[in-house]
């Protein structure tokens, strides 16, 4: 008698591509419709009107994909972060090559010895900081490679990993207090404050967060108690192959160089600008002006603003043509400290860029 084949799951591509005919099926029967705009591109409520369908056939799913990332006339693509992804990979690649963050992983594991779920508390209240301020979504793929490996290391999963980032911004986007994107906007188009209700959405923040770090924390001490327990128990090995090359082995913990420190200091303000510049200060506070000075204030220098550009623009003002940019300079200002040469340099940012390709995609 044959075995049972066991169900496989499809891959991502296979279960987009599938999305996507579901909803082109969806165009030859659901009735079509849109909202007038206003000057500033906001849905006038109160404006729905419905509109004859547009039937998507073969050639439109197929072009979907494409349209997605490079745009249309009247949308644009995601080809922002798709290119954000690949440039954060090749900064990766260089990091990772210096093995700085492996030796800090190692590191703070050891020292944390113990108290490792302590660190899913500090995390998933970060990410929500990130998330009630400034909307943070996208721009947490970054921390996905960075802590997975940490998580693997500590004796967790990687749905660990992935819940602490994913929940963690997610609950803080659901409680935006003072998120631009969304409070703001709603608050514009409603014609009140930003500071009306805050409370109440301090208050679901609040609560919302300390849910999920509950829910994940629970999970996690199951995960380290039985690992059998994991919804990913069934890719535990491979996951750990892949990003730990296999089970830690028994020995010392290796020191960090001073070059080591250096590049994890470096790692670290690289993130920071990065949050930072994403933060629309001046839209949460008038009087949050210090990094717009900054920049009024280096321009104004005769020789010094030319030699910095004129085209610089301050912190909370930046979207990811200025974080590829500073991602870019990050990486190769590593890569020389490392000492690693301009050829060394460009081919791990490329192989890195590579290693991470298929998540752009």
């Known amino acids: 008698m044959s075995e049972k084949k066991k169900f496989k799951m499809l891959s991502s591509f296979a279960i987009l591509f599938l999305i996507i005919f579901v909803m082109a099926v969806g165009t030859w029967f659901i009735p079509a419709g849109k909202y007038d705009v206003d000057k500033d591109g906001n849905y006038i409520a109160g404006t729905y009107k419905e509109i004859e369908r547009s039937p998507q056939g073969f050639w439109e799913v197929f072009m979907a994909p494409?349209?997605?990332?490079?745009?249309?006339?009247?949308?644009?693509?995601?080809?922002?972060?798709?290119?954000?992804?690949?440039?954060?990979?090749?900064f990766l690649g260089i990091v990772t090559k210096t093995q700085a963050i492996d030796v800090g992983i190692s590191s703070l594991i050891t020292r944390s010895k113990g108290r490792e779920k302590r660190l899913i508390v500090v995390l998933m209240t970060l990410f929500a900081l990130g998330g009630t301020s400034?909307?943070?979504?996208?721009?947490?793929?970054?921390?996905?490679?960075?802590?997975?490996?940490?998580?693997?290391?500590?004796?967790?999963?990687?749905?660990?990993?992935?819940?602490?980032?994913?929940?963690?911004?997610?609950?803080?986007?659901?409680?935006?207090?003072?998120?631009?994107?969304?409070?703001g906007v709603?608050?514009?188009?409603?014609?009140?404050?930003?500071?009306?209700?805050?409370?109440?959405?301090?208050?679901?923040?609040?609560?919302?967060?300390?849910?999920?770090?509950?829910?994940?924390?629970?999970?996690?001490?199951?995960?380290?108690?039985?690992?059998?327990?994991?919804?990913?128990?069934?890719?535990?090995?491979?996951?750990?192959?892949?990003?730990?090359?296999?089970?830690?082995?028994?020995?010392?913990?290796?020191?960090?160089?001073?070059?080591?420190?250096?590049?994890?200091w470096l790692f670290g303000i690289t993130f920071a600008v990065m949050v930072c510049s994403l933060i629309p200060w001046t839209s949460i506070s008038p009087k949050l002006t210090l990094f717009e000075n900054l920049t009024k204030g280096i321009h104004s220098i005769p020789v010094l603003g030319d030699i910095v550009g004129r085209g610089m623009i301050a912190l909370g003002e930046w979207y990811f043509r200025e974080i590829k940019m500073l991602f870019l300079i990050m990486g190769i200002v590593i890569g020389k400290i490392a000492g690693r040469d301009e050829a060394d340099i460009g081919d791990t940012f490329v192989n890195g860029a590579k290693d991470i390709v298929g998540v752009a995609l």
Not at 67 to 77: M, Y
Not at 136 to 164: H, K, N, Q, R, W
């Open 186 to 264: 709603a608050s514009q188009s409603a014609g009140i404050s930003l500071g009306d209700g805050l409370f109440w959405r301090v208050l679901i923040l609040v609560i919302s967060t300390a849910i999920c770090i509950l829910y994940v924390y629970r999970y996690a001490s199951r995960v380290e108690k039985d690992p059998s327990t994991s919804v990913v128990y069934d890719s535990w090995d491979e996951h750990k192959t892949y990003f730990l090359g296999g089970e830690k082995k028994s020995g010392p913990t290796p020191e960090l160089t001073s070059k080591q420190r250096t590049i994890l």
């Open 134 to 183: 400034y909307g943070m979504s996208e721009e947490t793929v970054a921390f996905y490679p960075l802590l997975i490996p940490m998580m693997l290391a500590a004796g967790f999963d990687t749905m660990t990993a992935t819940a602490i980032i994913l929940l963690g911004a997610g609950v803080g986007c659901l409680g935006s207090t003072i998120n631009p994107f969304a409070t």
């Open 66 to 90: 494409i349209s997605g990332e490079l745009g249309t006339d009247s949308t644009p693509g995601a080809i922002e972060v798709s290119f954000f992804v690949m440039v954060f990979g090749g």
